[in-house]
């Protein structure tokens, strides 16, 4: 059974930072590309950041410099560092993990910035 597990989100002000991980079971976590996708309050569910099998990674333009993906294979663990947080950044965080044409998304973690 596959499982991905978030964690790591919560309350912050503005400027602050949040470091979000998702743990993941079931899958070979190695050969998975893993992302971060988030939906606000009202929106669409958007890519944030994704990082390959081999490491490269990719972002959304909004997160430019203020976030970065990691992986530590490991620990079959996702990481998203999130720094110089904004208002606009609330939302639920979700994890995919994806192999080929199959994904996994986790349940999510609300980060909420406050003004």
Known sequence: QVRLVESGGG??????????S??????IFS?????????GPGKQRELVAAIGSGGRTNYADSVKGRFTISRDNA?????LQMNSLKPEDTAVYY????????????????????S
């Open 11 to 20: 309350l912050v002000q503005a400027g602050g930072s949040l470091r979000l």
């Open 22 to 27: 998702c743990a993941a079971s079931g899958i």
């Open 31 to 39: 050969i998975h590309a893993m992302a971060w996708h988030r939906q």
């Open 75 to 79: 620990k079959n663990t996702v990481y």
């Open 95 to 114: 994890c995919k993990a994806r192999f080929g044409l199959v994904g996994y998304w986790g349940k999510g973690t609300q980060v909420t910035v406050s």
